[in-house]
């Protein structure tokens, strides 16, 4: 017997605007499981919010904003979260697992695009792309300024921080682009599903030898601040800095300072503070000339979005209502963690 039938109604609580959609396209690919489910959308997905909405709850969706703890010992009812990313840190797991909740992501997202937006911030960073655009923008025409300040990544040394799906794919990217590829993952010794050579190596070698070096790390207590002055210093004074991973896996004082002293030749970020902060107006790193920074888009294409939202991570609710069990659970590893 499925869930739904043993439930009655089962309610769904959706704690991100940005998941609107979901009911609407539920009713059009699961019509007869959508006839049992009553949908609840946050408006602003702010914790208050969320502590009001989430008693009563069987199922909690996931996306950007926090399921704290507070939001989460509110949760009387529910059994299972499904987390629309394959990063889960906004999620209290500890609360999460002492209640018994299944909680599980979105198995592959964001590989496709947060890797080819690593490789977009190498190249407008090799290519001086702000300083170029902005010129143009301003009827300036600075060609002798920018002759010697565009490079090629043609047969430069990638360093990648963090080698599981998102790195691996910038991995193949890089190979396309006739890069030579080397990797820190203590976790990841066999790359043997890669037909290119990849050489693995301990962060401090991948810090002084690589021309870029690109993070795609998890943010643990492990990796918090895993970049910090004492590594930007070991770092070429030509080389490039990537972040798409987690804001805090850099430290950004130490990142601004670097910058401003030439330890570094540039950066390029998507992203700022633990999950989904944006850095302050007046933060020092929105006014340097050295750095390509963009408001954390790096996952968010159309096609992502759509794969992610409405087939990964709704097919897995589905399974989870009709009793099977859910693809992509995290929450097991927490627990043994």
Not at 148 to 157: F, H, I, S
Not at 166 to 174: H, S
Request: include cysteine.
């Amino acid at each position: 017997m499925s869930r739904r039938k043993e439930m009655n109604r089962i309610r769904i609580v959706i704690t991100d605007p940005l998941l609107g959609r979901m009911p609407e396209i539920a009713r059009e690919r699961y019509p007869e499981e959508s006839k049992g489910i009553d949908w609840v959308m946050a408006e602003t997905g702010d914790e208050d919010e969320l502590m009001a909405l989430v008693p009563g709850a069987d199922i909690i969706v996931g996306a950007r904003k926090g399921l704290t703890a507070k939001v989460l010992e509110r949760a009387d009812k529910a059994t299972f979260i499904q987390q629309c990313s394959a990063g889960y840190d906004n999620i209290d797991m500890q609360v999460a697992v002492r209640k018994g909740m299944k909680v599980s992501n979105s198995g592959a997202a964001g590989v496709i695009p947060v890797a080819e937006h690593a490789i977009m911030l190498m190249l407008a960073c090799a290519k001086s792309l702000p300083m170029a655009h902005q010129s143009m923008v301003e009827g300036k025409w600075i060609f002798n300024e920018l002759v010697n300040r565009v490079y090629e990544v043609y047969d430069k040394l990638l360093g990648i921080v963090g080698m599981g799906q998102i790195g691996t794919q910038v991995a193949v990217l890089a190979h396309g682009l006739k890069m030579r590829v080397q990797y820190y993952d203590p976790y990841r010794k066999d790359t043997s599903d890669l037909d290119f050579p990849v050489k693995s190596v301990s962060l401090e070698e991948l810090l002084r030898t690589s021309d870029f070096v690109t993070i795609h790390t998890p943010l643990t207590d492990e990796t918090y601040h895993l970049i910090g002055m004492d590594q930007l210093r070991m770092m070429k004074k030509t080389a490039y800095l990537i972040n798409t991973a987690r804001g805090v896996i850099v430290d950004e004082e130490a990142l601004v300072k670097a910058l401003e002293e030439g330890v570094i030749a540039g950066a390029g970020l998507d992203v700022y503070g633990r999950h989904i902060d944006e850095p302050h107006p007046d933060a020092k790193i929105r006014r340097l000339p050295n750095v390509v920074l963009t408001p954390h888009v790096g996952g968010a294409s159309a096609e992502d979005i759509f794969r992610n939202f409405y087939v990964t991570s709704l097919d897995n609710i589905m399974r989870f209502i009709r009793g099977e069990a859910p693809l992509y659970v995290v929450s097991d590893k927490a627990k043994a963690g």
